[in-house]
């Protein structure tokens, strides 16, 4: 008999931290690998924050806090929602959780019933399929092509939706692509969802500070549908606070109350001292905090480096991203090619054809030591993912590198 459920076996496993953990293994063994494959800001937090952590060890907030969050951060929340969302959420509205996807997790396991359909426009973040599966939902993917800036267009999502229309799930900024919803393409999308009251959807908004286009749009601003969203957000993106693990939703008071009883069960609240430091990253306006709009103008010069840079390698067809720090470019013209003679790859996988996206990066990894992502991750075979969240210098040494082995193809 097989000790492990058949929830977790039939689970996949994360490629972006699979990805990842094989670039560390290399470079631990020697190799100068460079990594595009992580998903993380490679900036510290604001000093303002860290002192906040700091004040509240020494005032000793080091005991349970409730279930949902300090009462006051999460009046600082709702205060962030209004100020920069427009939107009205009251305390009674969000939970803090252990990082966005513990805030994701809560709010699909609250939502879906098994059989219930779960409508994910492709390409995707990696665990909104994983999640969904768990809650024994039926994903339904919805393809967005290169062609159309990867966005889910109105006659699509109309096309996807039956009666067993549970939610749907994406983000804005987008991460694999970087893509940004107006907001006209949003209350397109919104009008399509209202006529369908059983529907919910799930607006990942966690990268909403690393936006290049101008002021961030949230489905949830327009009042025929804001009782059908729920919107997640937390610190980990835009204030380079990704391993202090806070997340949070804005949602409708029973799928607010909903995700409580379940984190109640899950891991209580979230770190004492974590809250309080995302207490004073809630209080930062991103209209003129230094730290957010510097990071922000710091990856606005990178992403028009490497778009560049990108452009030039042969076979890569690359669309400009409008946010977040990922470039998601298609590169299926590479599938058929053969590898070199001499190729680690070849040599390690008893193969001569690049056949996927997935060959590809493994490919860029061993031979190019660059390591991406494959955007099977994704739901995209024709695409892969590089982060661009790393130096000037090493962004242009891993797109030399990436073009040298492209160049070697046949």
Not at 23 to 43: M, T, W, Y
Not at 184 to 190: P, S, T, Y
Request: proline letters at 5%; glycine letters at 6%.
């Amino acid at each position: 008999m097989e000790r492990i459920s058949k929830r977790v076996l039939d689970m996949p496993a994360s490629e972006t931290l699979a990805m990842t953990a094989l670039a560390r293994e290399l470079k631990e063994k020697g190799q100068d690998v460079i990594s595009l494959s992580i998903g993380e800001p490679d900036f510290n937090t604001p000093e303002t924050v860290k002192e906040y952590a700091k004040q509240a060890i020494d005032d000793n907030f080091t005991h349970y806090p409730p279930v949902p969050g300090y009462a006051d951060l999460l009046k600082a929340i709702s205060n962030k929602f209004k100020r920069d969302n427009n939107l009205d959420y009251t305390t009674q509205q969000i939970v803090v959780s252990t990082g966005g996807k513990q805030s994701i997790y809560q709010a699909v396991m609250a939502l879906v019933n098994p059989g219930d359909e779960v409508i994910i426009p492709t390409p995707y973040w990696v665990s909104y399929r994983a999640i969904a599966q768990m809650a024994e939902g039926t994903p339904v993917y919805v393809p967005c092509k290169i062609e159309n800036n990867f966005k889910i267009t109105p006659a699509q999502l109309e096309a996807a939706i039956t009666p067993k229309t549970k939610l749907m799930m994406f983000s804005s900024p987008s991460n694999p692509t970087g893509m940004i919803y107006s907001k006209e393409e949003l209350r397109a999308i919104a009008e399509v969802v209202a006529k369908h009251p059983q529907m919910m959807i799930l607006s990942d908004e966690i990268y909403e500070h690393i936006n290049f286009v101008g002021g961030h749009e949230s489905i949830a601003q327009f009042d025929f549908i804001k009782d059908q969203v729920v919107t997640v957000n937390g610190v980990a993106k835009g204030f380079a606070m990704t391993g202090w693990r806070i997340g949070f939703i804005g949602a409708p008071v029973e799928v607010a109350k909903a995700c409580n009883k379940l984190q109640g069960q899950i891991t209580s609240a979230t770190g004492s001292i974590s809250q309080r430091a995302a207490l004073r990253a809630m209080e930062m306006d991103p209209k003129t905090s230094e730290d957010i709009i510097n990071m922000r103008n710091i990856f606005l010069k990178r992403r028009d480096l490497v778009y560049e840079l990108l452009k030039e390698i042969p076979g890569f067809e690359v669309s400009l991203p409008q946010g977040a720090f990922y470039f998601f470019p298609k590169v299926s013209s590479l599938f058929g090619k053969h590898v070199p003679a001499d190729s680690k790859f070849a040599a390690q996988y008893n193969k001569t054809v690049i056949e996927n996206s997935t060959d590809l990066a493994f490919y860029f990894l061993l031979d190019g030591s660059v390591s991406t992502v494959q955007g099977t991750a994704f739901g995209d075979d024709d695409c892969i993912r590089l982060s661009y969240a790393t130096s000037e210098d090493r962004l242009i040494e891993a797109c030399k590198r990436i073009k040298t082995a492209v160049e070697n193809l046949k």
